[in-house]
């Protein structure tokens, strides 16, 4: 009897759990009226994020990166990434980048941080590569910012991080990472948009 009982609260957390992500997951960002509401959506996604990612460092730290909790802990960091990012790719199409004069920075640098975790290969951080480039020429994001969301394509795309020969300045590696990735049309379009 105690074994049903077990069983019966075990499931229904399960369903309540599943049914809380599944209504995260659904989020309406329309529903986001004032800077307010669209600073605390972004840093209440940065807190969940910054947060599972935590667990998963300590759960690996305590058990070892092969135990059964560990892989739970990952697990539940993947499910987050794709909980989180078509929240952050709806926020920005309705909203764009959010900026520096209007957000603090953890909601400034969440969208970057989003889509820099996306689980898959490259297509979230090439798909979303406007959004990060018009942050950067708009001063929302760093030059370091930048450089790594285009190195982590490069990572994704060619198996490494890129490597130049000789010692560059920020500004030519992420020109050279842009021009490496095939994005100076893209590029070029945005920083026109802007002038």
Request: glycine share 2%; aromatic share 10%.
């Amino acid at each position: 009897m105690r074994n049903l009982a077990f069983i019966f609260l075990t499931i229904s957390l399960f369903s309540c759990n599943s049914q809380k992500l599944a209504k995260d997951a659904d989020f309406d960002v329309s529903t986001l009226t004032t800077v307010e509401l669209r600073e605390k959506f972004l840093v209440d996604i940065l807190n969940k994020d910054q947060i599972v990612r935590e667990n998963e460092v300590a759960t690996n730290e305590q058990f070892g990166y092969e135990s059964k909790k560990h892989l739970e802990a990952r697990n539940e960091v993947v499910k987050y990434d794709r909980i989180h990012l078509p929240k952050i790719e709806a926020y920005l199409e309705e909203f764009g980048y959010p900026n520096k004069q209007e957000f603090s920075e953890d909601a400034v640098i969440t969208p970057w941080l989003i889509i820099h975790h996306a689980q898959s290969e490259t297509s979230p951080r090439r798909r979303n590569f406007k959004y990060i480039y018009s942050a950067y020429l708009k001063e929302d994001i760093d030059g370091n910012a930048l450089s790594f969301y285009l190195n982590r394509i490069h990572e994704r795309e060619y198996g490494e991080r890129y490597k130049s020969a000789t010692a560059l300045k920020e500004s030519e590696e992420i020109e050279l990472l842009i021009e490496l990735l095939e994005l100076t049309e893209e590029a070029e379009k945005l920083r026109s948009s802007l002038l």
